[in-house]
């Protein structure tokens, strides 16, 4: 259970939460130019474009779970389970694992219309990276700096809908969740007119009473709504950190605490939330343990790299004593 968004305007920044019960040791990983990335189904290929993005790394490979590359181009994949479908080969596509689509398409695209074009041409099959690493049923969020999608490949096809509000959660399907937006529709950032009736005098008595009837539960359509509610009232500051900051806060809204989500005897909890410049290709992160704002930067000589480059994320606490 996830939530990504995309947020700004002339400065692009793109991240997600990764909810989960468990931990994968993830780590900051950048894959350099002219990587050669071998698929399942029998080819390999360089990569064009050096990406960032949080993942694991397997045999050389990154497993990646959002991912910006230097042209800023981002994308994440959330689990859509019992939606998404995956197909058998066919000979007149390009057949590519579910794993294989964030740096097969960020290694050769530099924006969602290059993206949509190069998706015509493929085709995911229902192969896993190993036994380990079963196939993930997902579905992604794809932004370059002008436009925002959402992929979801599903039984009775693929599907490509605009994404202007720039939120992806999980299940149900993404026009959905647009269409439940309406239920929404008299939510309010300011002070609340009443019109419930002209007959009788309603005092205001609180700040904030226009976003009564605002979910407050963990569920993915609540963490829609009430993400895109409190991203698109976000008021956008002027100066690049705080703008990070406000980013940070502007998830805080759909953060998984432990103890609220219980799986088996496991407690699901946002395990790290990531916010990519897309422009200055900066890569921030927190963890559950470390609120702390990371970052990582995409430089030079890591674009050069002739292997992976990763940075070990941070789940250590860290406080500043003052005293």
Wanted: include cysteine; aromatic fraction near 12%.
């Amino acid at each position: 259970m996830c939530t990504a968004i995309v947020f700004g305007d002339k400065n692009r920044y793109f991240g997600r939460t990764l909810d989960l019960e468990y931990r994968m040791d993830e780590s900051v990983i950048i894959t350099p130019r002219q990587y050669r990335f071998s698929y399942k189904c029998t080819f390999s290929e360089v990569t064009e474009y050096a990406i960032i993005g949080t993942g694991i790394i397997r045999d050389n490979y990154p497993l990646y779970y959002d991912a910006t590359n230097e042209k800023g181009l981002s994308m994440a994949g959330l689990n859509f389970v019992n939606n998404a479908y995956y197909h058998q080969k066919c000979e007149d596509k390009i057949n590519l694992a579910p794993h294989e689509l964030i740096p097969y398409l960020l290694g050769k695209c530099s924006t969602v219309e290059e993206c949509i074009d190069a998706l015509s041409k493929i085709n995911l099959v229902n192969i896993s990276f190993n036994e380990e690493f079963q196939s993930a049923q997902l579905h992604w969020i794809i932004s370059d700096k002008n436009r925002t999608i959402t992929l979801e490949c599903m039984k009775d096809g693929v599907k490509i809908h605009k994404n202007d509000v720039g939120v992806l959660t999980n299940n149900p399907p993404f026009d959905f969740q647009m269409l439940n937006l309406s239920n929404y529709v008299n939510l309010t950032s300011g002070e609340v007119i009443n019109r419930f009736s002209s007959m009788v005098d309603l005092d205001q008595y609180s700040r904030g009473m226009g976003a009564i009837g605002l979910p407050g539960d963990l569920s993915s359509v609540s963490r829609f709504v009430r993400v895109c509610f409190t991203k698109l009232n976000a008021v956008l500051p002027e100066n690049e950190y705080e703008q990070v900051t406000q980013f940070f806060h502007v998830l805080g809204s759909v953060e998984q605490h432990e103890g609220s989500v219980k799986i088996g005897n496991k407690y699901e909890r946002t395990q790290y939330t990531s916010c990519c410049d897309t422009e200055k290709m900066i890569y921030y992160y927190t963890t559950y343990e470390n609120s702390q704002i990371n970052a990582v930067k995409l430089t030079s000589r890591d674009i050069a790299s002739a292997r992976l480059v990763e940075y070990k994320m941070s789940f250590v606490p860290s406080i500043n004593f003052v005293n």
